[in-house]
């Protein structure tokens, strides 16, 4: 049985699996793709903490991808991309077909299964601006040479796929904050989940017979305290905190302030119909039609606030990787960005460095300076 959902993200309803329930609180993570420098640090953080067992070499509930011929597993989206057929906006309103109601004839949702050999290369397309087909061939698309980073985690769904296509019931989303986990108790090693998640984040492991996948640091998450990629993360170009639905957004929320009030952060395939609760700051380098079938129709004007010289949202921006504390709300006063956490300040940066320039000749000393960014 099937109920007719909505989906904020599409500005429509939709079908989906189970009544439309969503938690008391929903976590979510911003990435800023302009900062990425794919150091994998974030991916080495995760995979050293949750995924260093048997079974789970080759999982990497973190990874980064360069865009647009980097994939892990190889091809997640343009298999799907292509099973879906066109994707079709009216306006800011998406007017296609998601992943419900599209499966194959007995199948609830369509999915792709990939091979156990596209799991093996998560590094494929690593730098890759063109990619090598064969000897002196190579394969370029319409535009300008670029590539940027794509770093992926879970998206703790609102509408997750693979919830939606466990048989045993065994996957559920958390009241309390909108985490997606799986029953290991529950689970039989169906695969189902692993089909149904369109973005691949759901993973077996041929050695305990069960799925597993990100669970979001929650016993850190429970503390108050980031989650692993987060917190690790070199380039600052991440922040993990709450977000409300469009009609509840705060402007001193950092999320609601990213997503619904500058509209600066979009969602990653959309068109999917999950409602993903990972948001990227699209790279502003990259061909439009590109980014929109990757992020939606609201590329173009993410990318135009984001140049801008909004000094709230750059000192937003500044809080990225300032603490190890899930900052819950923030204001931009007097030169400063700060944050806060249940009310209390717990970190304060300034909007704009400081920039000292030494003089060439410090007589004092009697010694010669060059000034060096």
């Not at 370029?140 to 997750?160: D, E, K, Q, V």
Request: proline share 5%.
């Amino acid at each position: 049985m099937s109920h007719k959902v909505y989906n904020w993200q599409l500005k429509s309803d939709m079908i989906y699996k189970y009544e439309e329930s969503r938690p008391k609180k929903q976590i979510a993570w911003v990435f800023d793709t302009n900062k990425c420098i794919a150091c994998q640090t974030c991916t080495m953080a995760c995979k050293t903490t949750w995924t260093c067992g048997k079974g789970e070499e080759y999982m990497f509930w973190n990874n980064v991808e360069s865009r647009p011929y980097g994939f892990y597993p190889l091809g997640w989206d343009v298999k799907l991309l292509e099973k879906l057929g066109k994707q079709e906006w009216d306006g800011d309103k998406y007017v296609g077909r998601t992943i419900f109601g599209s499966g194959e004839e007995g199948e609830e949702l369509a999915g792709i299964t990939p091979e156990d050999r596209d799991w093996a290369h998560p590094n494929i397309g690593e730098d890759e601006v063109t990619a090598q087909i064969e000897d002196g061939a190579y394969f370029g698309l319409p535009h300008m040479s670029w590539m940027f980073y794509l770093a992926r985690i879970c998206n703790h769904c609102t509408y997750p796929g693979c919830l939606a296509a466990c048989p045993r019931k065994a996957i559920y989303k958390r009241k309390e904050d909108g985490i997606v986990l799986i029953d290991q108790e529950r689970c039989r090693g169906y695969r189902k989940c692993v089909k149904g998640c369109p973005y691949k984040k759901a993973m077996f492991n041929l050695m305990t017979g069960r799925s597993e996948k990100c669970i979001a640091c929650y016993p850190a998450l429970e503390k108050g305290i980031k989650t692993r990629c987060v917190e690790n993360c070199i380039g600052k170009i991440r922040i993990v905190s709450w977000l409300s639905t469009p009609d509840k957004a705060r402007e001193d929320a950092p999320l609601d302030y990213l997503v619904h009030i500058k509209k600066v952060a979009l969602p990653l395939y959309p068109q999917f119909g999950t409602e993903p609760n990972v948001y990227y700051i699209p790279p502003i380098h990259v061909d439009a039609k590109y980014l929109k079938q990757m992020f939606g129709p609201g590329v173009e004007d993410a990318i135009k606030t984001y140049r801008g010289n909004d000094e709230t949202l750059v000192g937003l921006i500044k809080l990225f990787g300032s603490t190890d504390r899930i900052i819950e709300t923030f204001k931009v006063e007097n030169g400063n960005a700060i944050g806060f956490s249940n009310g209390e300040e717990i970190v304060r940066v300034p909007v704009k460095e400081p920039v000292i320039i030494r003089e060439f000749h410090d007589e004092k000393l009697d010694v010669y300076r060059h000034s060096v960014t």
